[in-house]
Structure formats: C-alpha cells, structure tokens
C-alpha cells in the first residue's frame, strides 16, 4: 500500500535514513507501486508489487545517499 507520511514507512526505513532520504523512499515507493499495479509490466510478474516497489524505493535512495561505515545514510559529495 501507498506510504501518505513518513511517520507510516517501515521502521527499517524512518529508523534509518535521514528525512530527506525517507521523502525519497517513500516517493519512489508510492511510484513504483503505481506504475507495476499491473503484473505485465513486471519482469517477473511473479513478483509481489511490495517487493518490486521497495526495491525501486531504495534504489531511488542509493542514488543520492550512502551508507558509511559508522552504519549510517549520507548525502553523497
């Protein structure tokens, strides 16, 4: 389901990543589970929509954040 505010994402998410970041995931998430509602539009269309819309969120998120050794997410330079 569609994340309306961070407050609601999954705590391996909002306990880990900066707030930026979390608008980032759940954008993203929101996105992708729109865009693959439909099973054709999914390489593997046995693929939960879940599955498939957290792992475009936080690619969405390795895009602008990192994580460093002291285990946790920073802006990349």
């Keep these: 389901m569609p994340y309306q505010t961070n407050q609601v994402l999954p705590d ?3 306990n880990h990543l900066p707030e930026h970041a ?6 993203a998430f929101n996105s ?3 865009e693959y509602k439909n099973p054709k539009k999914r390489r593997d269309p046995n693929e ?7 792992r475009v969120a936080w690619n ?13 997410w920073h802006p990349k330079d």
């Design 48 to 54: 939960s929509l879940e599955e498939i819309s957290h």
């Design 60 to 72: 969405a998120v390795k895009q602008k954040y990192i994580k460093k050794a002291d285990g946790n």
């Design 12 to 14: 391996s998410v909002k």
């Design 22 to 27: 979390q608008d980032i995931y759940r954008e």
């Design 32 to 34: 992708a589970y729109e």
